[in-house]
């Protein structure tokens, strides 16, 4: 496909499971990115990829967070224990080096009853 | 990450009128400045961007204007069309040698026909 495809487009999980969020980045886009945005917020930053490893996790909220790109293109943004507070759009972006413009998936959005 | 002030936090015009939205940022290492338009239930699109080697960039019916000096840089949207109606985010680089991008928290512009 021509853009970033994300995968579910909406998940509904319990308190205390696990979610797995998909993220199909452009070919050939080597960086990529995984933000959260909550209701009437802007984006906010999680991870960011630099080819299969993990340039910053800085804004993982924490360690029930973790996502990886074992091969350098698909990324899995791993939630364990998942809580309310989790409930939110997880947004994916790429980009075709660092720095440059980021193209933004659609998002997944999870709710976490 | 750095803070980001973006304002209005939601605005009306009527269509052909002109939407003013204004970011003010604390400091970047990278001169790049993206504003995203965003529709509901979709992704964060990337709408328009400056490299400020010039303190205007012009796109259509979208411009960036660029401030440096005082940190602020605004997006004109001329003659407004209701299918303008959206959430527009500005977006800054970090001010340290990384890649994640801050956004402001969002104007929701209402266009009315």
């Known amino acids: 496909g021509a853009g970033v495809s994300q995968t579910p487009s909406n998940k509904v999980t319990e308190k205390g499971k696990y979610v797995e969020l998909r993220c199909d980045p452009i070919?050939?886009?080597?960086?990529l990115y995984w933000y959260r945005q909550s209701l009437g917020q802007g984006p906010e930053f999680l991870i960011y990829?630099?080819?299969?490893?993990?340039?910053?996790d800085s804004g993982l909220p924490n360690d029930r967070f973790f996502a990886v790109r074992p091969e350098g293109s698909v990324s899995t943004l791993k939630i364990q224990r998942t809580e309310r507070g989790d409930s939110a759009v997880y947004l994916c972006?790429?980009?075709?080096?660092?720095?440059?413009?980021?193209?933004f998936g659609p998002g997944t959005r999870l709710t976490v009853l | 990450q750095q803070q980001v002030k973006q304002s209005p936090q939601s605005l009306i015009v009527q269509k052909g009128g002109i939407s003013i939205i204004n970011c003010a940022y604390e400091?970047?290492?990278?001169?790049?400045f993206p504003w995203y338009q965003q529709f509901p239930g979709k992704g964060p699109a990337l709408l328009i961007a400056?490299?400020?080697?010039?303190s205007e960039k012009k796109e259509g019916r979208f411009t960036i204007s660029f401030n440096k000096s005082a940190k602020q840089f605004s997006l004109h949207i001329m003659d407004s069309q209701p299918g303008d109606s959206a959430t527009y985010f500005c977006?800054?680089?970090?001010?340290?040698?990384?890649?994640?991008?801050?956004f402001g928290a969002g104007t929701t512009v209402t266009v009315r026909a």
């Open positions: 972006a790429s980009s075709l080096l660092p720095v440059a413009e980021q193209f």
């Open positions: 070919s050939g886009h080597t960086a």
């Open positions: 990829f630099q080819g299969t490893g993990a340039a910053d």
């Open positions: 400091n970047t290492a990278f001169d790049y």
């Open positions: 400056i490299r400020p080697d010039v």
């Open positions: 977006a800054v680089p970090p001010h340290t040698n990384d890649y994640k991008l801050s």
